[in-house]
């Protein structure tokens, strides 16, 4: 349950509300676009080195069309809010949710004083951990995976109708409460309940309602994902070639098609990403993960790492040891 205090804060009029008001419901685009551009730059709003935020959506303006360049999942606290998406009028409601990927240029409809909304600013690594530990079929991991290395200009979003989904509601209400009154490692907090409320929607396929274009070549892509992710460490083309019934070269097209990748290169992302979990999450030895990630040479995954990360697997373990102490 939110405190009345927070509750009383929430309908106050924040000073962009106010600059919205006295501008006759016209935004200062300034603040969230740089100069000639419509893509609301998550730098605008929060720290560069910040993975994801919560901002209160600034009520009295519609927001003209414009793309993001991070995922955006708003949530309708109270009264509702109407997007609009390939000329499509989408109206989201108290309790519902929607989650648009990097892609999707939409337009929102003018918002009144009961109109309470929360966005959630994410970058896509912020998701990573969640694709690993999941189902690979659900449909919000599916998502995140297109969002992840997908480059094509699709206009996906999910809508999620959890206004009966108690368990939801309490993480959202505690992510609220978190935001206004924020406690010792709040940050932290903020992160994990994040990921608490993504796991819930996750666990709920019922409660989604998908909005997307579903052509073959997309389905494939999904298909050379989820092998990829799931069999990075001794998968390769020729094995995927044969499971698929598709020849390589058709493969190679694709993936470079959505994801500007090769096969190489997608295998060694997720490698790497699998690395760094071990690095933070066990005590292993660097030579042990190297080789629980599907490399045997170690000069060459010392290489490969410190190109990505700057730095190196036991320089990048202690600097995330001091982080979060």
């Known amino acids: 349950m939110i405190k009345q205090e927070i509750l009383d804060e929430l309908i106050t009029f924040t000073d962009e509300e106010i600059d919205n008001l006295n501008m006759k419901h016209k935004i200062d685009k300034s603040i969230y676009m740089h100069e000639n551009s419509n893509v609301i730059d998550y730098r605008k709003l929060h720290d560069e080195d910040r993975l994801f935020s919560v901002r209160k959506h600034a009520r009295f303006a519609q927001y003209p069309m414009h793309r993001h360049n991070y995922i955006e999942l708003s949530y309708v606290y109270s009264g509702s809010m109407t997007h609009v998406i390939s000329g499509k009028k989408i109206t989201i409601q108290q309790g519902e949710l929607i989650l648009l990927n990097q892609n999707v240029e939409h337009e929102i409809l003018f918002t009144g004083e009961d109109d309470i909304i929360f966005n959630f600013i994410i970058q896509p690594e912020f998701l990573e951990f969640l694709s690993s530990i999941v189902d690979t079929d659900n449909e919000v991991v599916r998502f995140i995976f297109q969002a992840l290395y997908s480059y094509d200009d699709t206009k996906e979003f999910l809508v999620f109708h959890e206004s009966n989904n108690l368990v939801a ?157």
């Open 169 to 325: 509601l309490d993480y959202i209400e505690l992510i609220i409460s978190e935001l206004y009154r924020p406690q010792m490692n709040a940050r932290v907090s903020l992160k994990l309940l994040v990921g608490l409320l993504l796991t819930e929607l996750m666990n709920h396929p019922e409660n989604i309602q998908t909005h997307k274009s579903e052509s073959s070549e997309r389905v494939l892509m999904s298909r050379i994902l989820k092998y990829v992710h799931t069999k990075y460490k001794e998968g390769s083309l020729v094995v995927l070639s044969k499971q698929l019934g598709i020849a390589d070269y058709k493969i190679c097209k694709v993936i470079k098609k959505y994801t500007k990748s090769t096969f190489i290169q997608l295998v060694q992302e997720e490698r790497l990403k699998n690395a760094v979990q071990l690095l933070i999450s066990t005590t292993l030895p660097v030579v042990d993960i190297m080789e629980e990630v599907g490399y045997e040479n170690i000069t060459y995954f010392y290489k490969i790492f410190k190109k990505k990360y700057q730095m190196t697997p036991s320089v990048y373990r202690e600097t995330y040891k001091k982080e979060i102490k």
